[in-house]
């Protein structure tokens, strides 16, 4: 499997940073090599073979990601990357749709990508003198969205809630389905699925989400490219995103154009207004494919494994404290994510050992909003080690990154 | 030179629209597949040198970016694309700066991207029953922004004057040098370097630039990345754009989230949230170097030689109509764009024809915001053939391209 990865293949390292993103597999770096390199020519616009068999290939890979989340083709929209996704959420339904006390749950101990865009709005309509209220939930001690703190926190105001379905620190997984049901279904799902994305399998309907992320970058795609799922049950209520050329978006006419309002185009053109980026796309198209072949269900089980035997070595260790995730679920479950502090020696310290060692993980504050300068870090995810795996790891590599955790544990071990 | 790009090296078309996108030189996919296939990590995050070396690698093609246009690299932003840039012009600059009654000046036959965002942020402001006014300019013959038109629209509520640094359809070039001394400083200017970018200096000092915006894959980089220049006169006066991980936004404290606004963080990361495009932004810096390497006065001489010799080749052929620009001027200038009618045949279907004889144009309305359905085509751009030239095109194919629009425009001659 590793040789499947050009990366990997040429080095001895052992990569454990999946989480901030995978590795690249031949066929992706082949579609785009394939693209820069021969025919090249900018989509939906020429009408010279070059161009349309672009357009047709990106065309492809929107009807590829949509049965990838059992959606709608034009229910998914391309994006500079996840980050622009959520803002797209934010900026294309939220400045348009929320009103005076319309409240948005979230989790503040998400990513920075799935809480300053909601952070960000309520700035903007502050400033035109609407305000909308932001209303926290808690994470369990399974780093899990606390689906009871949610459902005592709904409204009769609750718009929305934002939730990551997969904790990019935690590595928890959040359905909300203990919600279903109870849910007013005029309150819309805001699903960050970029750390699930190639992780586990994706059902937009099953989520019952309006709105899904996904990262290329992290699911063996490269970045520069994100997507965005909007149900069709939102389209009509969604404004233009970031208009330019190709955007769908028709202006009622040039001569009334000084005094005329944009009409916005149909979806999912409406919310991709410029040149895409195509050996972005084609990527994904790849790595889609690729993720196909390996079969998400033999990814989970894998990353499951492998979560098990971090968890298992990782636990006994002197001073070892894993924090909030599967590690403390009672049964087996694990997605490839484990995240620890070890006493004694500060985690970027610690990052910096292993990395000499030839161990490659993420330490820090992994972009959840950090408290102001000066405030004491209120949780394990203030400052941390995050070990990510994915399908190029081995039992072997597990094996080796415990066993120099332990080295290091006893050597610090005040 | 053609060699130097591998597309161009293995086949028999002449591409002829490079104003849509260049073709790639070797050491732009060297630099995309050096990223993808080795060491593959994510930028200002890990702290293992896989991931700090390409940190590094980015913050170098930044300064490349500034020296390039004359600017400091705190002026650099990356982009998703010029789109992008100009769309955060108008969400990060105006819609937190813009009064009511404040009026900005544009042309309507610019790109949709130049156009299109301040339509959307007038619509955006009225909802919150803020007024802004968009004054339209107009362009003369020689397809250049008529500066006296605009010298009569200035006011004292004029706030930002949006200009094409080189139009994408009449391919001639605007440096508002007419206005210069005549402006309240005040007024910001916007430019639009889409296509000027790569092919004639670009002094973003010179130009009196506020904003200014380059798209990588229109200079031999890759579409998926762009640059917005920000003035630092203007920094303390910018929202953040599309926040997410590693905005650079602070907020105020975790705990007093739900209650506090973002902090805006330092430029350029108060407007570049969520991860790089990696591999888009080293494809930049090659291509920068390749540039660097053939010389930017190299190119705009080439393509003036080359534009003078598509004016003079197709003036003079029956039915032909050349479209506002250079080919008007009293002047030898020429940018590298050519635009035509050719009459007795639809423009679509000329680029047809001239696409099974291997030459590949542009057709169609160029992305100029378009009149409503049924309504009378107001001018040339609406439809017409355009044709743009880089480096790697020659002479002869400039030759064989003006004898088979002959040969057709005698066919079609009615």
Chains 1, 2 share one sequence.
Not at 32 to 53: E, F
Not at 87 to 108: F, H, K
Not at 135 to 155: F, H, M, V
């Amino acid at each position: 499997m590793r040789l499947l990865f050009p990366a990997l293949a040429e080095s001895s390292e052992v990569y454990l940073d999946s989480a901030s993103t995978t590795q690249k597999p031949a066929a992706v770096i082949a579609a785009v090599q394939g693209y820069l390199g021969a025919r090249t020519a900018n989509s939906g616009r020429g009408t010279y073979s070059w161009a349309t068999r672009i357009t047709r290939d990106i065309e492809q890979v929107r009807r590829r990601t949509a049965v990838f989340v059992g959606a709608h083709p034009d229910e998914i929209v391309f994006m500079p990357g996840a980050t622009a996704g959520l803002n797209a959420v934010t900026l294309s339904w939220g400045l348009a749709n929320l009103r005076d006390g319309d409240e948005i749950l979230y989790s503040p101990r998400d990513h920075a990508s799935t809480v300053y865009p909601w952070l960000h709005l309520r700035d903007i309509l502050a400033r035109f003198g609407r305000r909308i209220r932001l209303i926290p939930y808690r994470i369990t001690e399974l780093g899990e969205a606390d689906t009871d703190d949610i459902a005592a926190k709904l409204s009769s105001r609750t718009r929305l809630i934002a939730v990551a379905h997969l904790h990019h620190v935690f590595g928890a997984l959040n359905t909300l389905e203990e919600l279903r049901g109870r849910l007013d279904p005029a309150v819309l799902l805001c699903f960050d699925c970029t750390q699930s994305g190639g992780h586990v399998p994706i059902d937009v309907a099953e989520l019952g989400a309006d709105f899904a992320v996904l990262s290329a970058h992290k699911m063996f795609g490269a970045p520069g490219t994100g997507v965005l799922y909007c149900s069709r049950r939102v389209h009509e209520r969604l404004d233009p995103f970031l208009p330019g050329g190709n955007s769908g978006v028709e202006a009622n006419s040039v001569a009334d154009m000084p005094d005329s309002s944009l009409t916005p185009g149909p979806m999912p053109e409406r919310l991709e207004g410029g040149t895409h980026n195509i050996p972005g796309i084609l990527a994904l198209g790849a790595a889609l494919d690729m993720l196909g072949q390996i079969g998400i269900a033999a990814i989970a089980e894998h990353n499951r494994l492998l979560t098990r035997q971090l968890i298992d070595g990782l636990r006994p260790l002197p001073g070892l404290e894993l924090s909030p995730g599967p590690a403390h679920a009672p049964c087996d479950i694990g997605y490839g994510t484990v995240t620890f502090t070890l006493r004694g020696i500060d985690s970027t310290d610690l990052g910096f050992v292993l990395a000499d060692s030839g161990f490659l993980v993420r330490t820090g504050a992994h972009c959840v909003p950090r408290p102001s300068p000066g405030s004491v870090p209120q949780s394990a995810d203030d400052d941390s080690v995050r070990v990510s795996t994915h399908i190029y790891n081995t039992d072997d590599e597990i094996d080796r990154f415990v066993r120099c955790v332990g080295t290091i544990a006893r050597e610090v071990r005040p």
